[in-house]
């Protein structure tokens, strides 16, 4: 028993084919240039964060440290607790 595709058929399956490929390499390309984007905007970013003097950074140590402090405070006040 063979299966024969019918000339439409082969047509249609070609054409869809041809439509996958082509939407396969828009999406590569389009996430490429996305993520270009995305690092040449993060190299600006840090360019300019540093040419200020880091106010970012030392921000978010500051952030860290306040953090840091209250996990010590609650964590003194559980084995405190525990005791």
Same mark, same amino acid.
């Given at each position: 028993?063979? @299966?024969? %595709?019918?000339?439409?058929? $082969? %047509?249609?399956? +070609?054409?869809?084919? !041809?439509?996958?490929?082509?939407? +396969?390499?828009?999406? @590569? $390309?389009?996430?490429?240039?996305? !993520?270009?984007?995305? @690092?040449? =905007? &993060? %190299?600006?970013? =840090? !360019? #300019? /964060?540093? &040419?200020?003097?880091?106010?970012? *950074?030392?921000? @978010? =140590?500051?952030? *860290?440290? /306040?953090?840091? &402090?209250? %996990?010590?405070?609650?964590?003194? #006040?559980?084995? /405190?607790?525990?005791?």
């Amino acid at each position: 028993m063979t @299966y024969r %595709i019918t000339r439409t058929r $082969a %047509i249609f399956i +070609s054409l869809w084919l !041809t439509s996958l490929f082509c939407f +396969s390499v828009f999406c @590569y $390309a389009l996430g490429k240039k996305v !993520t270009e984007r995305n @690092y040449e =905007a &993060a %190299i600006i970013e =840090a !360019t #300019e /964060d540093v &040419a200020n003097g880091c106010p970012k *950074l030392f921000g @978010y =140590a500051s952030m *860290l440290e /306040d953090e840091n &402090a209250k %996990i010590n405070r609650l964590l003194r #006040e559980c084995k /405190d607790g525990n005791q």
